[in-house]
């Protein structure tokens, strides 16, 4: 299994990025997808996910309402559009997928692909 993530970058207080995870190795539209980040000196947390199925989507309270999750299973491919960008926004966000139904808690996450760094400057 390879989730390869991209699409970080610098960005200014208010910016968007769109990050990408590109799934190989895995019966892509059987996975739930995630999203989660890691700033500097914190643990891990969940920022989203969307279902294997139907495609329901999940959102950190941090994240409702400025950023989408959305997948193509065309592409195997999931994106994470983040708007209205804020400085604790700043950190290593990584992808995630597994087998079952999404879940918020990281444990449950099977396979991880390479963090993508975002920093937003204020």
């Known amino acids: 299994v390879q989730l390869q993530a991209s699409g970080g970058g610098l960005v200014q207080a208010g910016g968007s990025l769109r990050l990408s995870c590109a799934a190989s190795?895995?019966?892509?539209?059987?996975?739930?997808m995630g999203w989660f980040r890691q700033a500097p000196g914190k643990e891990r947390e969940f920022v989203a996910a969307?279902?294997?199925?139907?495609?329901?989507?999940y959102y950190a309270d941090s994240a409702k309402g400025r950023f989408t999750i959305s997948r193509d299973n065309a592409k195997n491919t999931v994106y994470l559009q983040m708007n209205s960008l804020k400085p604790e926004d700043t950190g290593d966000y990584y992808c995630?997928?597994?087998?079952?139904?999404?879940?918020?808690?990281?444990?449950?996450?099977?396979?991880w692909g390479q963090g993508t760094q975002v920093t937003v400057s204020s």
């Open positions: 995630a997928a597994r087998s079952g139904a999404a879940l918020f808690k990281i444990v449950y996450w099977g396979h």
């Open positions: 969307i279902n294997r199925s139907v495609g329901s989507t």
């Open positions: 190795g895995i019966s892509f539209s059987t996975y739930s």
